[in-house]
């Protein structure tokens, strides 16, 4: 049964809030992914070779006649095929340690659901859980 169906059934209170989280893709910490990719069963060797098209990563700037490159140190390529599975798999894992809070991650767009019998718990939960997905723009995670 989905969760507002749930509520609604049991007469309980529903919460949803919708982000837009585009730096979680630009924030996200190598290891991060990786952790979570190894919480998920993911093979070794596999985590390896994602880590290693990650890390090594140029972005160049160019202007007029002058370019300069830099290192990328952090965050998923736009428009890889990994991306958003990797972003997913980091912010649920943050997410999944919040007891009753639904996560739902589709493109750049997160959705927290929470449905129980009293709206101040709830509404605590969620917060907590929006906090936590900021995290994710932190530089040290």
Known sequence: MVQGEKAFDQQETALGIFLDKEGTFNSTSYDSMCVALAKH???YTIIQWIRTTLEGRLATEALGGF???IEVSR???WGGVFSPLLSHLVVGEL???S???EF???DMRICLLMVGK???TISSLIQWA???VEMCDEPGL
């Open 75 to 77: 965050g998923c390529p």
């Open 67 to 69: 370019s300069r490159s």
């Open 130 to 132: 929006i906090h936590t």
């Open 95 to 97: 997410i999944a340690n």
């Open 104 to 106: 739902i991650l589709k």
């Open 118 to 120: 009293f709206p101040n």
């Open 99 to 101: 007891i009753g809070v």
């Open 41 to 43: 069963g993911v093979n």
